[in-house]
């Protein structure tokens, strides 16, 4: 994916998680923050942070705040709409006959829905989660990196759905360069932690997307074919 315009600023602070404030040509602007984890070891200040101006006149905030460099060097892209949007376009060149986001099943809403014909005539059903990797430690990604409910509760949707045939995939996008794995955080959270290793003992997939940052693009860049 590719933003269709982007913007160089400084970051000062974050106020709460929704919005924070930057420098902007020696100008201090409120920003939306596009993600609502806590990203405190990437919102630093002083930080090189990119922002896109989505051009709608009824919003609070002119900015979306969507990608930081670490102190590392290493840019980061922390849209967290981002990655359903890269999965969409990867999706595309996989052999689905169908692909459905935001699929309403059991209680929960799952990412992706992708049903193909296979040579047996039969149909293979599939549902696929997605999460975005905004946290490295050490060149390993980590999820999440503030609790999530949802998210265990997906999970468990998943190992549910598996159970009654369908294949199942839990898809980490790592929005990052140079990370290869991602690893549940349960320092954090060790529900999480318990649903994804029950999730690969039910035979729960799991995907490792990664990726290629720019300040105004996020591409997956994997080989991977499901």
């Not at 981002?82 to 990867?90: I, L, Q, R, T």
């Not at 799952?110 to 946290?135: A, N």
């Not at 290869?180 to 318990?194: A, L």
Request: proline share 5%.
């Amino acid at each position: 994916m590719k933003y269709e315009n982007i913007t160089r600023a400084s970051f000062i602070k974050r106020p709460n998680r929704f919005i924070a404030e930057v420098d902007l040509n020696g100008k201090k602007e409120i920003v939306h923050v596009k993600n609502t984890g806590r990203c405190k070891e990437l919102l630093l200040p002083g930080s090189e942070v990119y922002l896109t101006a989505p051009g709608n006149p009824d919003r609070k905030t002119k900015y979306d705040l969507v990608a930081v460099r670490k102190n590392t060097g290493v840019l980061f892209n922390i849209d967290s709409q981002a990655p359903n949007k890269v999965v969409k376009e990867w999706l595309s060149t996989q052999a689905f006959d169908k692909v459905i986001p935001e699929y309403k099943y059991g209680d929960s809403r799952i990412d992706f829905y992708m049903e193909r014909e296979l040579p047996s005539g039969e149909t293979e059903k599939f549902l696929m989660e997605v999460k975005g990797c905004t946290l490295e430690v050490d060149g390993v990604g980590y999820f999440p990196d503030a609790p999530t409910e949802r998210g265990v509760k997906h999970i468990r949707e998943l190992i549910k759905a598996k159970e009654k045939g369908y294949r199942t995939a839990l898809a980490f996008v790592i929005q990052m360069d140079g990370v290869t794995e991602v690893r549940p955080n349960v320092d954090t959270h060790p529900e999480f932690g318990e649903a994804f290793e029950d999730a690969k003992r039910a035979g729960v997939e799991i995907f490792f997307l990664t990726c290629h940052v720019e300040p105004d693009v996020l591409k997956i860049n994997s080989d991977l074919q499901i």
